[in-house]
């Protein structure tokens, strides 16, 4: 069952299109009160299901035109060990664990492919790093997204408690 219904998804796709809309604008578009915006958002933050507000940074405009990923295969007792490592490697954007021959995905930006190359190095030193796997990136036709997922997992769960869906 979902936590979220569709007022949060249509509150969510508000903000993701412009985090710095306040409570009023919101409401507005919403034709819902502030207070009830208010609330929600509390509530949506005391959950974890939205974790901040942070500005969208296009990596190639600031100077990082070279991304990858790199698959990290491990000695698993090391995995704290190797987290930490990787969290020194300033290329670092993201690491996340997988299941596979690969025990992370990590995510990684650099101004050259010289420096990608020794982040990578860096990386195959962390002790219990065992094998390196990078995949460069072209391109991002699609970025990170969740609002069509929230709207599939809402689109039956109504609009609150009393207001009706506006039109």
């Keep these: 069952m979902s936590?979220?219904?569709?007022?949060?998804?249509?509150?969510?796709?508000?903000?993701?299109?412009?985090?710095?809309?306040g409570v009023a604008e919101l409401a507005?578009?919403?034709g819902i009160s502030r207070n009830t915006v208010l609330a929600r958002l509390q509530r949506l933050e005391r959950e974890g299901i939205l974790k901040g507000y942070k500005p969208v940074i296009d990596l190639e405009a600031a100077g990082l035109p070279v991304q990858a990923f790199v698959g990290?295969?491990?000695?698993?007792r090391q995995m704290a060990q190797v987290i930490a490592g990787l969290s020194e490697i300033p290329q670092v954007l993201e690491v996340t664990t997988q299941a596979g021959r690969?025990?992370?995905?990590?995510?990684?930006?650099?101004?050259?492919?010289?420096?990608?190359?020794?982040?990578?190095?860096?990386?195959?030193?962390?002790r219990g790093v065992r094998h390196s796997n990078t995949t460069l990136s072209v391109s991002t036709p699609l970025p990170y997204r969740v609002q069509?997922?929230?709207d599939h997992l809402t689109s039956e769960a109504g609009w609150g408690r009393s207001t009706a869906l506006p039109s």
Excluded: F, H
């Design 3 to 21: 936590r979220i219904d569709r007022l949060d998804s249509e509150l969510l796709k508000r903000l993701n299109n412009n985090a710095r809309a």
């Design 28 to 30: 507005a578009q919403l």
């Design 72 to 76: 990290l295969e491990l000695d698993q």
């Design 102 to 126: 690969e025990d992370l995905l990590v995510k990684v930006a650099a101004v050259t492919l010289a420096q990608l190359q020794e982040a990578v190095g860096r990386m195959v030193e962390i």
């Design 148 to 150: 069509p997922l929230l």
